[in-house]
């Protein structure tokens, strides 16, 4: 019942990172119609109550964003891609963070190969989505060995090193640079949540990897 109960934790965390991934994507039409029904608040809110600690996810009225999608892709693009100085405010790439961004993306493609992964063409080892759905295929992972018994302390520890190598060192920066830009209700409680997420995951992995 515990090796049922611990798997249901970790596909739960794992499947908060996929949709915080997807979140943070560049918004396609369906997803804004998700954010606009509250489809998508439900979704996050449904994954917090599987998770093995406390996380919430504030007011309701705070994950609606605007009906007007073209306003919503405006603001994700002023924040995230191009401002209005031509760089993007708030980079979602954890190397703009670093003081070499090479050697950033380079430890990162590291990690992914160990784990047989490659990243798909087009999109660059360092963005927060790439990142995010790496820890998805993680805890999806950790979640298969509880089930099955097997080596679950060694997904466990690479997401530990992950969040404290990667995640949680830019992300804080990166929440700071776009709550400074005053952003629209539904990306200003995204970031924070994620803020929160994470700090969250780096108790609770090294409380397992503790024995606790």
């Excluded at 996380?55 to 994700?76: C, I, K, N, V």
């Excluded at 997401?159 to 776009?178: I, S, Y």
Aim: glycine share 8%; aromatic share 12%; hydrophobic share 40%.
């Amino acid at each position: 019942m515990k090796r049922a109960s611990e798997a249901a934790a970790a596909l739960s965390r794992s499947s908060l990172y996929a949709l915080l991934a997807r979140a943070l994507a560049f918004p396609q039409p369906e997803f804004h119609q998700e954010t606009v029904s509250g489809q998508f608040r439900q979704r996050i809110a449904e994954g917090l109550e599987g998770l093995p600690y406390r996380l919430t996810m504030g007011p309701s009225r705070d994950w609606h964003a605007t009906s007007d999608y073209e306003a919503f892709q405006s603001e994700y693009i002023r924040l995230f891609e191009v401002g209005p100085r031509g760089h993007a405010l708030c980079p979602l790439y954890s190397g703009h963070y670093a003081s070499d961004r090479l050697h950033t993306m380079e430890e990162l493609v590291r990690f992914y190969n160990y784990f047989g992964l490659r990243i798909t063409p087009g999109l660059m080892p360092d963005h927060v989505t790439v990142e995010l759905e790496f820890m998805h295929y993680l805890a999806h992972q950790e979640a298969q060995a509880r089930e099955t018994g097997g080596d679950k302390e060694s997904y466990v520890r690479a997401q530990r090193d992950f969040v404290e190598r990667h995640l949680h060192g830019w992300w804080p920066l990166a929440v700071a640079a776009t709550q400074g830009q005053r952003p629209q209700r539904f990306y200003r409680s995204l970031a924070a949540l994620l803020q929160r997420f994470l700090a969250a995951e780096r108790g609770h992995l090294a409380s397992v990897l503790r024995g606790g």
